[in-house]
């Protein structure tokens, strides 16, 4: 029964798993911003947790780190299909301050697991998001729908 239910939910929401692999937490600030009354996410059917293993996107932020590089490839592979990851912030795409040459910091994110959208900003606004997540995630859960 509850299994019913939770596949009911699934193919009617987008599941939010966030991921921070090193950064200053400005891009996080942003995403809690879009759980405010003012953004409430919620209403988009969109929800925030930090499960992969029931995540549709995976929202990635910071700069990736050297004790990131093979925990971000797990979190990937936890993920069910489609995965979708988007790309929040200067850091993830391109290490922003944080690459300095003989720097723990790899950039991009995409040379360690395939990106969908990419979010410029440091940090991106919260509306920048929200388009982001529902540019990709949508027509990818429609297509997961019919493979049920």
């Not at 690459?99 to 509306?127: H, K, L, M, T, W």
């Amino acid at each position: 029964m509850l299994d019913a239910l939770k596949s009911i939910l699934r193919k009617t929401s987008i599941h939010v798993c966030l991921v921070n692999t090193g950064g200053c937490n400005g891009c996080d600030i942003e995403v809690l911003a879009l759980l405010s009354p003012r953004y409430d996410l919620e209403q988009y059917g969109i929800y925030v947790h930090q499960n992969p293993r029931e995540a549709d996107v995976i929202l990635v932020t910071g700069a990736v780190t050297e004790q990131w590089r093979e925990k971000l490839q797990r979190i990937y592979r936890k993920a069910p299909e489609p995965k979708i990851v988007v790309a929040l912030g200067n850091c993830p795409i391109s290490g922003d301050v944080f690459n300095q040459e003989g720097g723990s910091v790899y950039a991009p994110v995409s040379d360690f697991i395939p990106v969908d959208a990419e979010v410029p900003g440091c940090p991106p606004r919260p509306s920048e998001i929200l388009e982001a997540i529902l540019a990709v995630a949508p027509g990818a859960i429609a297509e997961r729908g019919k493979k049920r």
